[in-house]
Every structure is written in structure tokens, then in C-alpha cells.
């Protein structure tokens, strides 16, 4: 593989990934897709002329790629499930298939996946909230979120690296406590609730008999190193230092990441264009440095400008030829014949 060369392709991914199928079986640890999502729209690129003191600058649009499917849903999931099924051999045992989409058809499409995939090889439904300003609607209520449905290759081997989010104002609220080493706040170490009313020994430790939810030598290990609170009513519980803490655990609910905005300097005017922070997360996640990523619906190249950034090596494509434009626009590298 050191004569790999990252690749940017026009075409259908299907044929992409028959013509490529060779370098690519078994080699790829990520695909990520973000394909289109049966939203019945047709996709522009906006693109923005310089004005200057005399006029404004002019707003240009020029079509990208069309999500309307004249067979309706059928057309649309067997367009999907094929593709998919070209998909699954290239992924390394270790590997997995990110798969973007929105309330439209995830629900299908995640049964498609389990057929191809295996049901014993999902590993999560994320939820990316995309926007802060849902439309208002007058029937239901506006969407606010989209889906990624996480599948392994083969679970047994399948791990991702815990990733954490910065603590924000709420969620640094609990440290409320603080002595010489810092902010600080309280874990219990005696069973609660349900737990108390299971068959605990309780034993005793340092004058307080409690179902303890530790054994006693990891209770003295923490009283040595002064990490033991003592309430005034003399119960116990555990200090735990903000400044020990890596960030917040990033569960299955993405609310962290904005989506691209129209002034911030990724913004290429590519109408489904994902932030990077998404990408970054997910290639943090789940690949090492040097891992192939395959992204067989590019749009603008978000993937292949993270993967490039993080030091992973990386093949795109993408059927329209205004999307594989912008992609050499943004990444300086031109396409590669199919
Ligand atoms: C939602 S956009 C991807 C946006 C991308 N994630 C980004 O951050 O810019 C979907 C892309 O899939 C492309 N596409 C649609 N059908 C395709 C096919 N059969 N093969 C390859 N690309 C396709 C469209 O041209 C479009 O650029």
C-alpha cells in the first residue's frame, strides 16, 4: 500500500467502486456517505462575485445534483441498496460505514443496512442536531436534527476511541465545590435508590456502616490520596476534580456541532455541505493515522479536506461535475480519470 495515492473521481460510485474494487477490497477502515435523502429537492451551488463600493456583489446558482426520483421511494432504495451492497466488501474487519441521512428515509435505509450489514453489526443511530432555528411548520414541528446510522464490519472487532466535548456552562455547574486543588463535585459511593433496596452487604468502614459500592481497600486508596468527602452528617462520597476531567463524554446525541455557516471560511456555497467538526469527530472516532476513508458521495470534499488535516489517506467521488469543481477548488488537487 505505500504507493497508495489519494484520489479524487467523477462518476457514479457504483462504477467507481467496480473499476477500484482491486486497491480498495479489504483495505478501506471508513466510508462515510452522506447521499442524497429523498427530500424531493434539486441542490445548488451558491456562489458569491466580489462587489465593491459601487454595486454589490451578484449571487450566482448553478445546479449540482437533483433528489427528485421519478419511481418514487422503490427507485430511490434500490438506487441505495445496490450501492450499499457494492460498499461492504472494500471495509477492513476493523472497519466501518457511516451512513448520513435524515427522517426521510433512515428508517428504511436502516433496514437495508441490517440486511447487508448484519443486525448484530449496528452500532448506533447518532442524532446531529443541524440547526439551531427549525422551520416553522403548520403541520408537526419542524425538523432540527439529522441521522447517521453507525455500522461495524464485524463488531467483535469494531472499536471507537472515546471522544469528549468541552464542558459548556451547564454542564461545569455540578463542580460546585472547590477546596486547594480546585472545582470539584461529589460521586456517591454507597448504593442509591433501586440499587439500596437489592441484596447489598453492607459493611462497615471508618464509623459508617453503608451498602458500599466499593471494596474497602479502593475506599482506603482514596482516603489516602484526600479524594474522600465528609459530609456533616458524616456520609461519605467521592471528589471528582473538573480539572481530572478529559470533557464530556460524547454519547449518541450530537448537540455540539453547528452546521457550516454562510461567513466562516469552510463555507464553499455547496448547498448540503457538512462542517468539518462532524468529520473530524468521526475520523477521530473511529480510523488511525495512515487509514484509508472512502467518501463515494463527496458533495464539496468534506471528508477528503479532514482526512488530508488528520492525516489519513482518503479516495472521493462524485457524479456531479459541479461538486468534483468545488472539491478541486478546496483541496488544490485535481480529479484522477476513472
Ligand atoms: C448531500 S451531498 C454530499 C455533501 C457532502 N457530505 C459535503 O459535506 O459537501 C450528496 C452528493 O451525492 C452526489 N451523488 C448523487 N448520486 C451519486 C452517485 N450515484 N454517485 C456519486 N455521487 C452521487 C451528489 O452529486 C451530491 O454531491
Request: with cysteine; aromatic share 12%.
Amino acid at each position: 500500500m505505500s504507493d497508495w495515492k489519494n484520489l479524487i473521481l467523477h462518476g457514479d460510485c457504483l462504477d467507481v467502486i467496480k473499476k477500484h474494487i482491486d486497491i480498495l477490497k479489504g483495505k478501506v477502515r471508513l466510508i462515510y456517505i452522506d447521499p442524497p435523502f429523498f427530500s424531493g429537492t434539486d441542490y445548488t451551488l451558491k456562489i458569491r462575485s466580489d462587489g465593491d463600493s459601487q454595486k454589490a456583489g451578484n449571487l450566482q446558482e448553478e445546479k449540482t445534483y437533483s433528489d427528485k426520483w421519478e419511481g418514487g421511494l422503490q427507485e430511490y432504495l434500490d438506487f441505495m441498496r445496490v450501492r450499499l451492497s457494492a460498499m461492504k466488501p472494500l471495509l477492513k474487519d476493523n472497519g466501518s460505514i457511516w451512513v448520513h441521512l435524515d427522517w426521510h428515509v433512515s428508517h428504511y435505509i436502516k433496514v437495508i443496512l441490517d440486511e447487508i450489514f448484519e443486525y448484530s453489526n449496528f452500532v448506533n443511530e447518532i442524532i446531529w442536531k443541524r440547526t439551531n432555528s427549525p422551520k416553522a411548520q403548520s403541520k408537526g414541528f419542524g425538523s432540527q436534527h439529522d441521522v447517521i446510522l453507525l455500522y461495524a464490519a464485524n463488531a467483535s472487532k469494531f472499536k471507537t476511541q472515546q471522544v469528549y466535548r468541552e464542558f459548556d456552562e451547564k454542564s461545569r455547574r455540578p463542580y460546585s465545590y472547590k477546596d486547594e486543588r480546585g472545582r470539584f463535585r461529589l460521586i456517591e459511593i454507597e448504593a442509591q435508590g433501586i440499587q439500596r433496596t437489592e441484596d447489598r452487604k453492607q459493611f462497615e468502614w471508618r464509623g459508617r456502616t453503608a451498602p458500599y459500592l466499593y471494596r474497602k481497600k479502593i475506599l482506603d486508596e482514596w482516603w489516602e490520596a484526600g479524594l474522600i468527602y465528609t459530609s456533616k452528617n458524616g456520609r461519605y462520597t467521592k471528589k471528582q476534580y473538573l480539572s481530572e476531567v478529559p470533557g464530556i463524554p460524547v454519547s449518541d446525541l450530537w448537540i455540539d456541532i453547528s452546521p457550516v455557516q454562510g461567513t466562516s471560511k469552510e463555507n464553499t456555497g455547496f448547498l448540503t455541505q457538512k462542517p468539518e467538526a462532524l468529520l473530524e469527530r468521526i475520523i477521530d472516532s473511529s480510523t488511525d493515522s495512515d487509514d484509508i476513508i472512502a467518501d463515494f458521495f463527496a458533495g464539496s470534499g468534506t471528508t477528503a479536506a479532514v482526512a488530508e488535516k488528520m492525516n489519513r489517506r482518503w479516495i472521493i467521488c462524485d457524479s456531479s461535475e459541479a461538486a468534483i469543481r468545488v472539491i478541486e477548488n478546496r483541496l488544490g488537487i485535481s480529479r484522477t480519470s476513472l
